[in-house]
């Protein structure tokens, strides 16, 4: 059947309709795509440009081997925390790298990407009114007055802003633009510099830890050499002690026995004897003379050995160097880690005990250095004065606790009694620990201070300090001086009339102190203390002086 005219005309409408709608249909889904592509793209840059770990816009981005970005400061960070362990991996897919990966490139391109996203960033907000213009002209805001800092339109520029400096929106939006660029580049610049200075400072960190870490080392095997050499020479010298005793013992014990069997012969003598009495035999009497004459030759042949051993004598450079030592080790060493006195415009100066002669010294300032009472009286001891001792011109009180120069008492004889110095010791004496006392004097003529029990007591030379077995300090009222060995340290003299006396047997040292409102060392020795120690004083004429007693 033959399509009419008509017919065809409406087929051929119909195609072309359906053409058109394919092409539209074509557009509109390119259009759509297109937009939707776009808004992605906005959308997910900020991501593409972010770092994994701080999950922030890329600063410095650098590359790994594996192709993954990072901030540059962000994966200096990991690789540190991976320092220890010394494997190094990738943040995001965890690639391993036989070693850290040194040097560490900036990706240029991403760093301007970042740059131009910064700088432009999304579209501000539209300002208040913008939409419709100017609200009191209805007349579009192109124009900017920088005296008011206002955008205008046309009319206002007429008007209310007549002679302003006046440019347009997109003017003054590019000067701006180019104001910040320019402030952004500074930053940039300063940020990097302290970003510089933080990284140096991270080195100097590790570079003090090193060194500190050697000095340690170091010091702690020269402290570990040296306590090993001491503790070897004090092996030496507890074995030449052991073998001199033993040797001793050994010639006591002979002589013991020669005499122990000398002993047992006079006592068959004597029954002889006896027995020859009694029974009025003349032969025997006449005999017996003789074997009396025999016997007392043989009595001559045994020799006592000496009482002392004389340890002193042979280990006096050992003592010496273990002197020096004490020392070395109480002013140097120590003395490089006491904190600094207050200046007071006195310098600080402290005695010490040197095994060397002590030419006369001017009159030294006394130190600045306090001490705190309460810790000494920890170890404060109650003593008491040993009535054997005390001179004759010295008077006790009736506990022992007071001794007095003012009259002459009648002392029983005793060996232990001083017969030439105005002296007394006290009962307590100190072999090992710390120990802590103090004297009261009524006026500045005395001596203070600790001997051996073996110090003579019969002539001039057994005051205190003025031989190898004593220290002391004197006390007058025009001079303050440490005595030892009979060398004297001079020292500033004050107005102290309680001292503090501070003994530490097992360091080998013995403090006087002034006591007063506060406690001031006066003055240090540092020895070797091989005996018992006590406490002693000499009191000069109408003086008297008391043993504190601390309840």
């Known amino acids: 059947m033959t399509a009419t005219p008509a017919v065809r005309e409406r087929e051929r409408a119909v195609c072309w309709l359906q053409e058109v709608w394919a092409l539209l249909s074509v557009s509109l889904a390119r259009e759509l795509v297109a937009g939707t592509m776009a808004g992605l793209q906005r959308q997910d840059l900020e991501d593409k440009l972010s770092c994994a770990i701080c999950l922030d816009c890329f600063t410095d981005p650098v590359t790994t081997p594996c192709g993954h970005n990072f901030c540059l400061r962000c994966l200096r960070d990991h690789f540190d925390s991976q320092s220890p362990s010394g494997a190094f991996d990738c943040p995001t897919c965890r690639a391993g790298f036989e070693r850290r990966p040194e040097p560490l490139c900036k990706n240029l391109v991403l760093d301007d990407m970042v740059k131009m996203m910064r700088l432009r960033g999304p579209e501000p907000p539209p300002l208040e009114g913008e939409e419709s213009g100017c609200p009191a002209h209805r007349k579009p805001l192109d124009l900017y007055c920088r005296k008011d800092g206002l955008c205008i339109c046309s009319v206002c520029a007429t008007k209310g802003h007549k002679g302003h400096d006046l440019v347009t929106v997109e003017e003054e939006r590019l000067q701006r633009e180019k104001e910040l660029v320019a402030k952004h580049e500074e930053m940039d610049r300063q940020v990097k510099k302290t970003e510089e200075l933080i990284d140096t400072l991270k080195q100097q960190n590790i570079s003090i830890k090193d060194t500190a870490s050697r000095a340690k080392t170091n010091y702690s095997n020269k402290f570990v050499m040296l306590a090993k050499e001491l503790e070897e020479v004090q092996a030496k010298v507890f074995k030449y002690i052991t073998s001199e005793e033993c040797c001793a013992l050994e010639r006591v014990d002979s002589a013991m026995g020669k005499l122990e069997q000398k002993c047992a012969e006079l006592r068959e003598v004597r029954l002889k004897l006896e027995t020859t009495l009694k029974s009025n035999n003349s032969v025997q009497i006449l005999q017996f003379p003789q074997e009396v004459y025999t016997l007392k030759n043989s009595h001559q042949d045994i020799v006592l050995p000496a009482s002392d051993l004389a340890i002193e004598n042979k280990l006096g450079g050992v003592k010496k160097a273990l002197e020096t030592i004490s020392i070395l080790i109480a002013e140097n060493l120590q003395g490089f880690f006491r904190p600094a006195p207050r200046s007071l415009g006195i310098p600080e100066t402290i005695g010490t005990d040197r095994c060397v002669p002590v030419k006369p010294l001017e009159p030294r300032p006394p130190p600045s250095i306090l001490h705190i009472r309460g810790p000494f009286l920890q170890s404060y001891r109650q003593l008491r004065f040993n009535p054997n001792t005390a001179h004759r011109f010295l008077t006790l009180s009736k506990d022992n606790r007071r001794v007095s120069h003012k009259a002459t008492q009648r002392y029983p004889t005793h060996p232990e009694r001083f017969e030439k110095v105005w002296?007394?010791?006290?009962?307590?004496?100190?072999?090992?620990?710390?120990?802590?006392?103090?004297?009261?004097?009524?006026?500045?003529?005395?001596?203070?201070?600790?001997?051996?029990?073996?110090?003579?007591?019969?002539?001039?030379?057994?005051?205190?300090?003025?031989?190898?077995?004593?220290?002391?300090?004197?006390?007058?009222?025009?001079?303050?001086?440490?005595?030892?060995?009979?060398?004297?340290v001079k020292l500033q003299p004050a107005k102290y009339q309680r001292v503090g006396m501070h003994l530490d047997c097992t360091a080998g040292t013995l403090a006087f102190y002034g006591i007063d409102s506060t406690m001031t060392l006066i003055h240090t020795?540092?020895?070797?203390?091989?005996?018992?120690?006590?406490?002693?004083?000499?009191?000069?004429?109408?003086?008297?002086?008391?043993?504190?007693?601390?309840?």
């Open 525 to 551: 020795f540092h020895s070797v203390f091989t005996e018992p120690l006590y406490p002693a004083i000499w009191v000069g004429e109408n003086i008297v002086a008391t043993l504190c007693q601390f309840q």
């Open 423 to 488: 002296q007394v010791l006290c009962c307590e004496g100190f072999d090992a620990g710390r120990h802590y006392w103090e004297v009261q004097i009524s006026d500045q003529w005395a001596y203070v201070g600790v001997t051996y029990k073996k110090i003579d007591r019969r002539d001039s030379c057994s005051l205190i300090g003025r031989n190898n077995v004593s220290w002391s300090l004197q006390l007058f009222s025009n001079s303050y001086s440490a005595w030892h060995d009979s060398r004297e």
